[in-house]
């Protein structure tokens, strides 16, 4: 694995771009290619140099962490998220229908711990999409990929659960897709995870701003989480929490990402599944997630971010 620091600068100010060409000029960088305003620099130390020279000069600047996993991390951890490249933007399309979820153990208030019980409907044309793995539902990160994946899953994890076809509108079942169902749902994260902000998120600050502050449901208590990006990222569970979701080879996260999911408690409906809980894959599964996936071509890459025991 390996850490990428990079520094993003508030070019809108008046002068601003002055400055910032200055402070680049005086540590010898220049930006990215068709990237202005953002630097990415090759160690902690000179990113937080250049972070402190920002601040000196006024310049508003923020520093994000990084980090990019190599094939033979994937198999470090005890359980894995599926990260994937720009691919599946373009024909596939998978959406979940308004009562995929049964609700009757989900939170009244947030929609959460719901059991997903209906499968995603593909857009006709995305049977034209080449790639192996496909993001779901807008703002989920849930995984479909080709059946002869999920196939191999189910064999390799002996559950027949953790995978199923998805439908065309129409109701027709597609063969030649599967879709990963989280079967079981997580303890919250250990406190020993490193990178991690809790009931806070940065997704939606603009550059300088902190973090904008989400409180835990008032119902479940559950939080959100999501990187602090000042230093690595490492999501880790206790080693009770992972023995619990033993023998289930696709579980979701306890905790919601970035956001809370739009839920309307009275219709019981969701109206946004962005923030939902990331889905982990056992190691079994992981094992055969990588025979399919390659990270070389940035269209159809896909790699795997480990989440570890203590
Ligand atoms: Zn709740």
């Known amino acids: 694995m390996r850490h990428e620091y990079r520094l993003f600068f508030e ?3 008046t002068g601003a771009s002055k400055q910032v060409g200055a402070l680049l000029s005086e540590f010898g960088l220049q930006w990215k290619p068709g990237v202005p305003g953002t630097i990415v620099v090759d160690s902690d130390r000179a990113a937080r140099r250049l972070l402190a020279a920002a601040e000196r000069r006024g310049v508003k600047a923020l520093l994000e962490i990084i980090t990019r996993y190599e094939r033979k991390d994937a198999l470090a951890g005890e359980l894995g998220f599926v990260e994937l490249g720009p691919a599946n933007t373009t024909h596939f399309k998978a959406t979940l229908p308004k009562d995929a ?5 989900a939170c009244p208030r947030c929609g959460m711990g719901g059991r997903l019980a209906k499968p995603h409907m593909l857009r006709k044309d995305s049977l034209r999409s080449k790639a192996n793995f496909a993001y779901g539902h807008e703002g989920t990160f849930l995984i479909l990929m080709r059946s002869e994946i999920g196939k191999e899953i189910v064999d390799a994890t002996g559950q027949p659960e953790c995978m199923r076809h998805p439908v065309l509108r129409s109701g027709e079942v597609v063969k030649e897709w599967m879709e990963a169902v989280p079967t079981a749902i997580l303890p919250p994260l250990s406190r020993k995870s490193t990178g991690v902000m809790r009931n806070g998120t940065l997704a939606l ?3 300088g701003d902190g973090p904008t ?3 835990p449901c008032p119902s479940c208590k559950r939080t959100v989480w999501a990187e602090s990006h000042d230093e690595p990222c490492r999501l880790v569970y206790s080693r ?3 023995r619990s979701v033993r023998g289930h080879a696709v579980v979701l996260m306890h905790e919601v990402s970035n956001m809370s999911p739009m839920f309307d408690p009275r219709k019981r409906e969701f109206s946004s599944l962005y923030g939902y809980p990331w889905p982990l894959f056992s190691r079994a599964a992981i094992e055969v997630l990588l025979k399919y996936m390659q990270t070389k071509h940035i269209r159809d890459s896909a790699w795997i971010r480990p989440v570890f025991s203590e």
Do not use: H, K, Q, S
Request: no cysteine; proline share 6%.
């Open 205 to 207: 600050r603009n550059i």
């Open 240 to 242: 009770e929490a992972i």
């Open 213 to 215: 502050l989400v409180p």
């Open 101 to 105: 979820f049964d609700l009757t153990a």
């Open 11 to 13: 070019m809108g100010a």
